[in-house]
């Protein structure tokens, strides 16, 4: 080979080596060199040397070899990447849990911060799936997008199903009216809040956020608890339906407010606080004040000016 | 004792029982202003918004009588009746002047306005 040209390729071979220094070039990525050149080298040899690299005649291939580093350095920032997410997701990333009467509920207020990172993670992953360079990572990539997006469906059934328990709670185990009412639904409820404490306590001792959403299952139960408390849930409306067609002005109260009345009906001075709410203009009843407490007649009404009307 | 929504159902009766048979008696009284009870002192004895009502009624009836008496020939009945009104007002006036708690005061003023707009409404025809 003429001088003249030994000297051009050499000035092409001098950049392509300083760039496979490259801290990103993994054994994998050297493997691949040997493919495009068609000859073998070791690095990892004791006696590998730069005559070894020179009879790769790496002029012929420069813009492969461009290609290869640029790719392994794109690959060491997704592994980075990766491993960063991978990181965030041990066993440091908890969910956090309050104390709530007899029982443990989830803290929502620490939730947001899992949530963000749940959907910021997922366009991540996303983005790196989708890049060509992330061949090498595809099984991991797959394996987090599903868990990530296991622990995004079943955080969200978990705090729907903490709302819904957490509202018909206090009516199904503790308003005698509605447990004599409604007594195959109550049992239904007392099902599912045995079941839901126990889930509460399984998850708060391994508190760790991809096992207790990931755990074989959880969003199954879960969505049983919504089904089985929705069913609660339709009986007690039908149940304050019912009333509220007997005594229409029952439909100016909330929900609530019909549950703290009902239970309190034979107590017409706790009802009296209610008066207002249903006769706009009322403040509330005067009862004739003799025999023993809660007074149960009424002898006259108050406006909510204060003028009173004597039945 | 009865269910809560049913004695509640009772108590929406009594009230409304109870109010008819206000309305009825304050009607009846009317009759009374030109007597021993006279009208600024005959609301006192109900609650603003039956004496209210009540001396809309008796307004009204008295509005149509005028018409009648117009007809029937006699051409100043409609400013009498104009005055007699005016008279009202402006012993209702002297009542709110003087001493009377919240409750009566605003009572009395409503009257006053409702008053003041049956007025207007006669004197329209008197022009």
């Known amino acids: ?311 | 004792m009865n269910a809560v929504e049913n004695y509640l159902c009772d108590l929406e009766k009594k009230m409304q029982d109870t109010l008819k048979a206000i309305i009825l008696t304050a009607k009846d009284t009317t009759d009374d202003w030109n007597v021993d009870n006279p009208r600024e002192l005959w609301l006192d004895g109900y609650c603003a918004q039956l004496a209210l009502l009540a001396t809309q009624i008796v307004w009204t009836e008295e509005t149509i009588r005028t018409f009648d008496d117009l007809e029937s020939g006699s051409e100043s009945a409609m400013k009498e009746f104009l005055q007699l009104i005016k008279n009202r007002i402006s012993k209702l006036i002297s009542r709110v002047r003087g001493q009377l708690n919240m409750e009566a005061r605003v009572k009395v003023i409503t009257i006053i306005t409702i008053d003041v707009h049956s007025r207007d409404v006669i004197k329209k025809f008197v022009d």
């Open chain 1, 1 to 311: 080979m003429a001088l003249n040209d030994r000297v051009k390729n050499m000035d092409v071979i001098r950049p392509l080596i300083s760039q496979l220094h490259s801290e990103f070039m993994q054994p994998r990525h050297w493997k691949k060199l040997n493919g495009i050149c068609g000859k073998i080298v070791n690095r990892d040899d004791p006696r590998f040397c730069l005559r070894d690299i020179i009879d790769l005649e790496l002029y012929k291939y420069a813009e492969d070899v461009n290609e290869l580093v640029e790719g392994a350095q794109k690959e060491a920032g997704i592994e980075k990447k990766l491993t960063g997410i991978v990181d965030y997701w041990g066993d440091s990333t908890v969910l956090f849990f309050k104390e709530y009467k007899d029982t443990k509920v989830l803290d929502t207020a620490g939730l947001e911060e899992i949530v963000e990172n749940v959907d910021l993670h997922s366009m991540d992953l996303m983005t790196m799936n989708a890049s060509k360079d992330s061949e090498e990572f595809k099984p991991q990539l797959l394996k987090w997008q599903k868990t990530l997006k296991t622990i995004d469906q079943v955080l969200t059934l978990w705090v729907k199903v903490q709302k819904q328990w957490t509202r018909l709670e206090p009516i199904f185990l503790a308003s005698e009216d509605i447990r004599a009412q409604l007594p195959e639904d109550t049992k239904r409820f007392e099902k599912v809040d045995a079941e839901w404490k126990g889930l509460m306590g399984d998850a708060s001792d391994d508190p760790g956020v991809v096992n207790a959403t990931n755990t074989e299952g959880r969003d199954k139960i879960l969505e049983e608890f919504i089904a089985e408390i929705d069913l609660c849930e339709k009986a007690l409306n039908e149940y304050l339906e019912q009333k509220k067609k007997i005594f229409p002005r029952f439909y100016f109260v909330s929900n609530q407010a019909l549950l703290d009345i009902l239970s309190n009906g034979n107590n017409p001075e706790k009802v009296n606080e209610y008066i207002s709410d249903c006769f706009d203009g009322m403040k509330n009843m005067k009862f004739i004040e003799e025999g023993n407490r809660p007074y149960r007649t009424a002898q006259g009404m108050f406006a909510k000016d204060g003028e009173y009307v004597a039945f």
